[in-house]
């Protein structure tokens, strides 16, 4: 059975640094680009970082672009993103999700991916 998971949401204060992992089982992990959404309450899902199924190629949204680092380890079916000097902003909860590698799409619209993890929440306190 296909399968996200998402770990290492919390409460962190502002300034302060988490790192979400993704584990995936019951899929090719390295035939798929991966990203990373999140979505507060009454708002839509947004973008925040995406990588190619090698990791030769990562794509960040420019609210977050050099504060989160998009990572993976396809000997361990991970992804990873590391998010430092977080802000109020940054809280939501976070989803990793899997996109065919070869599709020809684009990889900051969440509706075209193929598979979601049930999310992790953070939250950052003043």
């Known amino acids: 059975q296909e399968q996200l998971r998402?770990?290492?949401?919390?409460l962190?204060?502002?300034?302060?640094?988490?790192r979400l992992s993704c584990a995936a089982s019951g899929i090719p992990f390295s035939s798929y680009n991966m990203g990373w959404f999140r979505q507060t309450p009454g708002k839509e899902r947004e973008f925040v970082a995406s990588i190619s199924w090698d990791g030769g190629l990562m794509d960040y949204a420019s609210s977050v672009?050099?504060?989160?680092?998009?990572s993976r380890e396809n000997a361990k079916n991970t992804l990873y993103l590391q998010m430092t000097d977080l802000k109020p902003t940054d809280a939501a909860v976070y989803s990793c999700?899997?996109?065919l590698r070869g599709r020809i799409v684009s990889h900051r619209d969440w509706s075209k991916y193929?598979?979601?993890?049930?999310?992790?929440q953070?939250?950052?306190s003043t």
């Open 6 to 10: 998402e770990f290492g949401g919390g």
């Open 97 to 99: 999700a899997a996109l």
């Open 65 to 70: 672009n050099r504060r989160f680092t998009i």
């Open 122 to 124: 953070v939250s950052v």
């Open 12 to 18: 962190v204060q502002a300034g302060g640094s988490l």
């Open 114 to 120: 193929d598979y979601w993890g049930q999310g992790t």
